[in-house]
T-cell receptor
C-alpha cells in the first residue's frame, strides 16, 4: 500500500524561486494536511483541507498557498522561496478531521 | 489554543531497560491524545491513541501510555526497549477539531 506519497523527496531552490510540492493519498481519506518540521519545534500546521473543495490556514501559512485538486491530491506552493522556508515538509491525511493522521515520508527543501 | 510540552528532548537508555517519555498538555476541555514515532528519514507513524474509554492504551510493539486528566498528562512507557526503538517520539493533542498540536519531540537512543 502506497499510503501518502510526496514528491519530490529532496529539492534545492534559490531565494525567489517558486516550487510546488505534490502530495497524493490512496486511502480515500477526506482530510489532508501540510506541516513543516524544524529542529526542536515539532511539526507545525501550514494549511489543511477538511474535505474536498475546502482549504484553511493553519499555524504558519504565510508564504504558502495550497490547492486541493481532488480528493486524492493536495499540493503546497511556495511562490517566492525564502531561506526561512528551509525545512522538511510533511503531508498527512486522515479519514475525517480528528481521526489519526497518516504521514508521507517528507520533502527536504533547502532554500539558498 | 492547546500546547504540548515534552519534558525531555533527549533520552539515552540501555537495551532491555525501561523508558518513560513525558508529555503534558494544556487544555480545559476534552482532548484526543496521540503518540507518533519517527524513524530516521521517514515520516511519522501513529504509535497509539487515546480517544475515549480506558485511560491506559497499548501499542502492538510493547509501548503503553496512560491518560491522566487531573495531571493533564499522557506519558509513554515501555518496560524493556530494543535497539530498534531508537527514534524520535512526538506527543500530539487534538481538541474537538482537525488541528493536531505537536510537542517538540523526544529523541530516544538505545545503546547495547
Amino acid at each position: 500500500n502506497a499510503g501518502v506519497t510526496q514528491t519530490p523527496k529532496f529539492q534545492v531552490l534559490k531565494t525567489g524561486q517558486s516550487m510546488t510540492l505534490q502530495c497524493a493519498q490512496d486511502m480515500n481519506h477526506n482530510s489532508m494536511y501540510w506541516y513543516r518540521q524544524d529542529p526542536g519545534m515539532g511539526l507545525r500546521l501550514i494549511y489543511y483541507s477538511a474535505s474536498e473543495g475546502t482549504t484553511d490556514k493553519g499555524e504558519v501559512p504565510n508564504g504558502y498557498n495550497v490547492s486541493r485538486l481532488n480528493k486524492r491530491e493536495f499540493s503546497l506552493r511556495l511562490e517566492s522561496a525564502a531561506p526561512s522556508q528551509t525545512s522538511v515538509y510533511f503531508c498527512a491525511s486522515s479519514r475525517y478531521s480528528n481521526q489519526p493522521q497518516h504521514f508521507g515520508d517528507g520533502t527536504r527543501l533547502s532554500i539558498l | 489554543a492547546q500546547s504540548v510540552t515534552q519534558l525531555d528532548s533527549q533520552v539515552p537508555v540501555f537495551e532491555e531497560a525501561p523508558v518513560e517519555l513525558r508529555c503534558n498538555y494544556s487544555s480545559s476541555v476534552s482532548v484526543y491524545l496521540f503518540w507518533y514515532v519517527q524513524y530516521p528519514n521517514q515520516g511519522l507513524q501513529l504509535l497509539l491513541k487515546y480517544l475515549s474509554g480506558s485511560t491506559l492504551v497499548e501499542s502492538i510493539n510493547g509501548f503503553e501510555a496512560e491518560f491522566n486528566k487531573s495531571q493533564t498528562s499522557f506519558h509513554l512507557r515501555k518496560p524493556s526497549v530494543h535497539i530498534s526503538d531508537t527514534a524520535e517520539y512526538f506527543c500530539a493533542v487534538s481538541v474537538n477539531d482537525y488541528k493536531l498540536s505537536f510537542g517538540a519531540g523526544t529523541t530516544v537512543t538505545v545503546r547495547a
